[in-house]
């Protein structure tokens, strides 16, 4: 029995109701002292994109009103540009009014601009921290699902014996998020490129550019260890230990003979059926 299976039933069993706030404060303060935020603080950041966001839609109501005002004024302008045209002896009064309509139209077109403009940069500024937001939300989550529990310990090596089974659903894998890991004092790898053959795009995350990343996570880039320590070749599949994932892989033989080595090494490998 698993200690994940353990620990389950004792805390739904009438023990559970005893340690149930202790665990809590245990898991509470282990995940402040990881810097994970809690529950309540995402929900806050979501609380607060939700509210730039609505800004943000209000400043945009607020340009197409100017917008409006400026194309009535235009419009305006151009009737009495029309009259004035069809008028056969203007008179003295009527060009002054039509001056006088012009100047105005264009000091409310200026005004408009200017006030365009300024709603334009604070529409800039709101969606720079609206994203800003996100990605720190984004992050966060990542580097929660990131975390990976103990690896186990590997087994002793065994024969590659076709056995049916159905392949474990890849884990997903969350973006290194470069900031953070200098904020937490790890190097970045920014400068490294992706490690695809013939690939020159920077690094993401596994030694991967974005685009062989998100192949790997699939489990379609082939020639590397996948999420789970899954191993594809061609039409058979293995499964090695998850501490290599993201490792050059490369099968030797076929059939019961076939060997997986990892960085040129045999290691042990359960044969399993490709989905």
């Known amino acids: 029995m698993g200690v994940k299976d353990l620990f389950a ?24 002292q990881a810097e994970i935020p809690s529950p309540q603080e995402l929900q806050a950041v979501r609380a607060e994109v939700s509210r730039l966001t609505a800004e943000v839609h209000a400043l ?14 235009q419009e305006q302008l151009e009737r009495a540009e029309a009259e004035r045209a069809r008028a056969p002896a ?5 060009t002054r009014a039509v001056a006088l309509a012009q100047a105005n139209s264009e000091a409310i077109a200026a005004v408009s601009e200017a006030q365009a ?21 984004e992050a966060q989550l990542s580097e929660l699902r990131a975390r990976p529990e103990a690896a186990p310990v590997a087994a002793a ?7 049916e089974a159905a392949p474990a659903e ?20 920014s400068h490294l490129h992706c490690k695809a053959p013939g690939c020159t ?11 062989h990343y998100q192949g790997w996570r699939r489990g379609r880039l082939e020639g590397f260890v996948g999420p789970e320590g899954a191993v594809r070749d061609g039409e058979h599949a293995w499964r090695v230990d998850p501490r290599f994932e993201g490792e050059p892989v490369e099968v030797v033989g076929h059939g019961a003979a076939a060997q997986v080595q990892v960085n040129g090494e045999v290691v042990p490998a359960e044969s399993v059926a490709a989905a």
């Open 9 to 32: 039933r004792v805390v739904s069993g009438s023990a559970g109701r005893v340690v149930e706030t202790p665990v809590r404060d245990i898991v509470q303060e282990a995940f402040r």
């Open 60 to 73: 945009r109501n607020q340009l197409s009103a100017l917008t409006d005002v400026v194309k009535v004024q």
């Open 90 to 94: 203007p008179t003295e009064d009527l």
């Open 117 to 137: 403009a300024a709603l334009e940069a604070g529409l800039n500024a709101q969606r720079a921290a609206h994203d800003d937001a996100i990605a720190r939300l």
């Open 157 to 163: 090596p065994v024969a590659a014996v076709p056995v």
């Open 170 to 189: 890849a884990a997903p894998a969350a973006a290194d998020d470069d900031d953070d890991a200098g904020r937490r004092g790890r190097k970045s790898l």
């Open 201 to 211: 795009e920077p690094h993401r995350s596994k030694g991967f550019c974005g685009k």
